[in-house]
């Protein structure tokens, strides 16, 4: 279950302060996604916080969908966010769209008018970008602009009826078009649109606009704090203009703080799409994406999400967060609770020689190195094994403790063996390793005189699993894939970002491994089983290596 730390941020600060004056008795906050992609871990952060927030403070948090464009709500993302949200632990008090609200914001629309202050313009909508004026220079009034209430309501009306085309009338809210923030200068409210709703159908022609509809379902939903992502910060005056000069029912408080940014990916729901319809990732949930779903199938645990983000914390700055914050998390997650294995990803096979021919042993060895609980399980072992192809140089140097001609290495939880011989195929490459095995190092004994500093891996011949194991690396090869704008993102990707390796050897006891179970596979990594495997032919993800390699391999990132 999820953790119990109330982490300390300046929002939480501010929601103590509320509640203890007594301005609020109960906390409500809600997470506002606009159904149009996948979720991604910046959407993470947003959950953490307004989901948590409803936990700790016992109060309520509502999902609701950011409907307020009239394009198609794709049914499949409505389901892939709510699963991403239950997946990373959370629950919503109620699903809410801003659509349920299009007659209440009609009526506020209607009072804003009513009050003189709003008007419908007819300027096209390049005038009014040019009234709106620069930062440097102040706006100019829409001859609109002292039209009667009278005349604004009538008009409302008729773009309401669909008497007109779109773009031929807005409804602005009436400001003041000299205002430093260019927000304020008498922003559209409402724009025409016949274009067919999901869920409203063809009710309305006339849709409002974002920044109208956003704070007044606040309002309406009693969301005492309505905690968005620092571009909002210049909307706050407007978003308070709202809630000030209508008759709502609550009064919601917008604060804001900074988005997560990771580096070597984008986190964006259009260039995301962009990776998916160009079909440089295999979808949304392709393990090298930063979305949830992609986080999922590669296999990071919901805990290591929370845990990042709670690391990264809730503050006003804007920063780029380094990749390895991410894995460091779920490896900490993961080692204390993660089954060890051995798998052979570049299998050579090693013939022991002075193994007894048709013979076999069990081995008994610990699941876990520090936890006892975990138990044990039997590695067999015969003649015939598999070691890594990266376990052995033919002349290798002399730090390499690894197996070379003639050298010796320890077999994990086996014996010492010395290679007698290699093995070529016509076409020169190595085939096989021949070796003798040293009995009197088994237990973890030295040889006589000498210590065996090296320790490999292996798989044993006879009842090895076959698996392809996907390796995935940063999607993007540039720390900042958007830094140069003149070229498109995607020539930015990593083209080693996936490696599938599909002649890959597995200890046995993975042949029917829980697909919700995660292993170490040691000195390789922690993988978990991808949904792409069948019966009898396992695929394995690496979720993370062991250790941060990245910077050893990349010493100029
Ligand atoms: P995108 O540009 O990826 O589409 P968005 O902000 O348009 O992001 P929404 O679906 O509108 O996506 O966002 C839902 C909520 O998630 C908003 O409150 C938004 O502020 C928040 N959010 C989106 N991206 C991040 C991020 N990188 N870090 C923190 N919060 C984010
Ligand atoms: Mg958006």
Redesign the pocket.
Known sequence: MIENTKPSNFIRQIIDQDLASGKHQTVVTR????PN?YL?I??A??IWLNFGIARDYKGRCTLRY?DTNPVKEDLEFVKAIEQDVRWLGYEWSAIAHASDYFDQLYVFAVELINKGLAYVDSLPAEMIREYRGTLTEPGKNSPDRENSVAVNLEEFERMKAGELEDGERVLRAKIDMSSPNINMRDPVIYRIRHHEHQRTGNKWCVYPMYDFTHGLSDAIEGVTHSL??LEFEDHRPLYDWFINNIDVPSTPRQIEFS???LNYTV????LLTQLVESHEVSGWDDPRMPTISGLRRRGFTPASVRKFIGQVGITKKDNVIDMVVLENAVREDLDPVTPRAMAVLKPLKLVIENYPEDEAEQIEVANHPKNASMGTRYLSLSKELYIDHDDFMEDPPAKFFRLGPGREVRLRNAFVVVCTDVIRNDAGQIIELRCQYLPETRNGQQPEGRKVKGIIHWVNCSDAIDAEVRLYDRLFQDANPLADRSRDFQKAINPDSLVALKDCKLESSLGNADPATRFQFERVGYFFLDPDSRSGAPVFNRIVTLRDSWAKINPNR
């Open positions: 997470f506002p996604p606009e992609g991604h910046g959407h952060k947003s950011d968005c992502t988005r997560l940014n986190m964006s729901k259009r």
